[in-house]
Every structure is written in C-alpha cells, then in structure tokens.
C-alpha cells in the first residue's frame, strides 16, 4: 500500500480531504505511482505532469522520507519506506508566491 | 421573468451575480474554484444553462469546467465524480485537461518556434485558456484561443479538445512573439450569418480570420500602425489587446489595440483609426452596444508603462456614431485618485432594454449600468483582481 499526500488545491479536484492510498503491483517508482494515482482520479491528469510529454511540472516538487525527489529519474526507486507504507509520498507545490 | 447573470473570472475564484431584469439588486455567489486563476466564463446562447470556465494555475496546470445547472454545480467533462475513471472504450477519463497541440501528418502543423521577447526562437508551450467561446448552434461545441497562441476546438461538450492547426501553421508562426501577459489568443469571434467564417486575435501577433471554419487563415492587419514594432505596417506583430463585432453587422469589427481604437467595415481586410477625442488610445476593452451597432465603449488607459485610468478618473468612453466622436461616462465612477485596469475581457453587455453594460477592475469591482453607460452602480467592490466579464441575458 502506498501512501500519497497532495496540495490542497489538487486534494479539492479529486474531492479527498487526507492522504490517498494506492494498491501498486511490482516497481514503486515515481512514473508507477502517478500512473496509479492519475489512473484512480483521472482529474488529476495533466496537473501533476503534463499532459503530452509526462514530465514532472515546473511548479511541482515530489518529496518522501526527508528527500527532494523531484529531480530523481521517473523510473527510479522510491525509497523502501514509501514501497512498504511506512513513508508518505509527498506531492508540493513549490512556493512561488501566490 | 428576465433577468441577467454576469459570470466574473478573477485571480482567485469565478463569481456570478444575478439579478431580475431590474438589475438593481443582486445575488453574489462564489468564490467557485477558491484560490485558482479564472480566465473565463462563458455560457451558451442556444442553453444559458451549459457554461463553460478555463480554471488554470502556474503550478497545476489548465483545468476545463462547464456546469449544466446556470453554475450551480460544475464538473470535469467528461469525468464525473465518483463514476469508473476509464471510458467505455477503455480509453482514459481526464481528457478535458488536455491541449495537445496537432501535429500529425492529417491534419496537424509542425510544432515550430515563435519568437521569444528577446527574438530568439523559443518552442511552443501550452499554458492556459484565455478564451472559451461557445458555439452560436450547437451547445457542445466550443472554441477556446490558448497561450502559446493557437485555436482548439471541442464538439463533445468540453471532454476533449482538437487544435485547429492551421492557424498556429499557416505560415507567420515563427515570427509571432508574446506580449506582456504572454503570447496569447485572446479574442475569439464567430459570425453568425456564416458558420464558416471566424475572427481571432493574438497578442502579439494580430488579427486573423478563417473563411473555410478554420482550416485555413489569413491575416488581416491592413492599415493598422504600432510604432512599437520594426516595421510599424507589417502583416502580423502587432498587440491587438481585443474586438468586438455586432451581430446584426457582422463585416463590422472595432479594434482596441494596445495604442489606437480602430475599425474595419470590411470583415478585417482594412482597418482605420478613431481614436478622435479619447483622453487616450491605450487600453484593452472594447464593445459594442446590444441594439445599437455604432455605439461602442472604451475604457481609455493612461499608457503601455501606466496601466490605470488618465487623471486618476475611471471613465467608460462612449460614441455613438461608430467611433467619430466619445463621450465621458462618469455617473457613478470615481472621479479621482482610482489607479485600477480593466483588463481586455472584462467587459459585456446584456440585450435587455436599455442595454446593460458591465465592467470588472483588477481592483476587484465590478460595475453595472442598465442604462447603457449613463450612470453606474458598483455591483460589488471587493472581489480578488477580475480578469473577465461575461453575461448572460435570461429570458
């Protein structure tokens, strides 16, 4: 069971009010987890990454276990504690006014 | 009983205001989509219902909504809540959020570069709706100009959209180049005796019109003059802020160009000045009287650098002789130390008798008049900065 947490803003879209738990079979990756996650509340589609070329949005920052994972490869590992539920993955919006 | 709906789009949240055909008391209801940019709002002609809005932000990208209950409640199109996240083609839901730019072999465009502010090729982005304009016909038809400039089209009520590639690749693309508030297709005017025929805008690049209901476009910036481009008379560059068309007179168009008001009586294909007595040229709104078709309304703009009223007065300019002559309205205004903008979308006009006209500020008022400019009432005050107005005339 992975666990997700999302910007207030992103909470509202897919009308969750806390942390969202996701089902994933084999690879915990980030590309893994936002396929489920957009899978599961398809609203979600194209706010996280974009659309046409799947990356990460500018204003987006993925964080787990005390990590910046924003840079990290789609296709790497998560770390152990987000693949076992023990760690959130953390979606952000990065602060930039507003 | 008649009535109105105007649908407000701010920085932060949509609004609506109704009122009875009076227009003298009003109901407020919002924030609708607390805390995200809302370029526009905008409601069908053949069902005053269906409404459609651009929800957008910096971080979370653009986010299509249309309500079918005259915005009570709103939804994804296409994405219902709680039903099955793939489509009965096993395709999957969320759609409505994406502006893919065409360019497949059929009927799509290369996606090249337009010129960036410094004039070097910069790639085509998609960021946001400026514009969602509802088909004159058929509700589930809509048209939405985007930034980085291009058109796109849904037929299925907002679930997806197609780009109508041929005016982003019709030839000039490479040299069109953002202004301001980015390189944006802001104006978005359908024809209503000619169902093929579509006028658009750019900031800053121009004004174009498609004959052939858009497959192919040309430009139509014949006698326009920005000294603020290299060849002042180019075909394309120029900063149109907005137009606006009566439809009774659809040849017709008037021009707010970031300086100079002008007009064409010939579908675009030439254009001259009557900015005549207006304090000044510069501004970005610009409409047209709903039963009037030579009576017009500006709100003149100090300059490109001093985006606020001349004088610290907010003055509607009004002609009603197609742009010889203006008249101050300020009945209602005020008259001194007022600093605020009326950006290119916020301003309508209802079709009641005596034409309503509506105007929000980026200092979060909204203005109504019911008797057609001559006096005003600030409908509200205190919204967040207003990006656009609409309205909706109920019948």
């Known amino acids: 069971m992975i666990r997700v947490t999302l910007p207030a803003h992103l909470r509202k879209l897919a009308q969750v009010d806390g942390e969202i738990q996701l089902e994933i079979a084999g690879q915990i990756t980030q590309r893994t987890v936002l396929d489920a996650l957009e899978g599961r509340f398809p609203m979600l589609r194209g706010t996280i990454r974009d659309h046409a070329t799947q990356k990460r949005r500018a204003f987006v920052r993925f964080f787990a276990c005390g990590q910046d994972l924003s840079h990290e490869p789609p296709d790497a590992m998560l770390p152990a504690a987000i693949a076992s539920g023990a760690e959130a993955f953390m979606i952000i919006g990065a602060i930039a006014g507003g | ?395």
């Open chain 2, 1 to 395: 009983m008649s009535g109105v709906r105007v649908l407000v789009g701010t920085r932060k949240g949509a609004f609506i205001l109704s009122s009875d055909g009076t227009r003298k008391n009003w109901d407020i209801s919002g924030p609708h989509f607390a805390g995200w940019e809302i370029y526009h709002l905008k409601g069908s002609s053949v069902d005053p219902n269906r409404i459609y809005a651009s929800q957008s932000s910096s971080w979370f990208g653009q986010i299509i909504q249309r309500s079918d209950d005259g915005g009570k409640t709103w939804h994804q199109p296409g994405t219902p809540a709680g039903e099955p996240t793939t489509a009965p083609d096993g395709s999957p839901k969320g759609e409505s959020n994406n502006f893919a730019y065409d360019t497949s072999a059929e009927t799509g465009k290369q996606l090249t570069t337009h010129q960036w502010y410094d004039g070097t090729p910069h790639p085509w982005e998609f960021k946001r709706v400026w514009h969602l304009e509802p088909s004159l016909s058929d509700p589930d038809v809509v048209y939405a100009g985007v930034e980085d400039a291009a058109l796109f089209r849904t037929s299925d009520g907002g679930t997806s959209w197609q780009e109508l590639a041929g005016l982003r690749g019709h030839g000039t693309g490479a040299q069109w180049q953002p202004g301001a508030g980015g390189l944006c297709l802001h104006t978005i005017i359908l024809d209503p005796r000619n169902p093929e025929r579509i006028y658009i805008a750019i900031s800053a690049a121009g004004a174009f019109r498609t004959d052939d209901a858009g497959k192919t476009w040309q430009p139509i910036n014949r006698g326009l003059h920005s000294q603020y481009i290299p060849n002042p008379t180019a075909e394309i560059g120029h900063c149109v802020h907005h137009v606006a068309m009566h439809r009774a007179r659809p040849g017709v168009l008037f021009m707010q160009k970031h300086w100079d008001v002008m007009r064409s009586d010939n579908g675009g294909d030439s254009w001259h000045e009557i900015s005549n007595n207006l304090p000044s040229d510069f501004g970005f709104v610009i409409d047209v009287h709903a039963h009037e078709p030579d009576t017009l309304y500006v709100v003149p703009i100090k300059s490109d650098s001093e985006h606020f009223p001349p004088d610290g007065k907010l003055r509607v300019f009004r002609s009603r002789n197609g742009g010889n002559e203006w008249e101050a309205l300020t009945h209602g205004l005020p008259q001194s130390n007022c600093y605020v903008n009326v950006l290119r979308d916020a301003m309508a006009v209802d079709s009641l008798d005596k034409c309503g006209v509506y105007f929000g500020t980026t200092g979060g008022q909204v203005y109504g008049s019911a008797d057609a400019g001559d006096s005003w009432q600030p409908i509200v005050r205190d919204l967040p900065a207003v990006v656009s107005v609409e309205v909706q005339t109920l019948r």
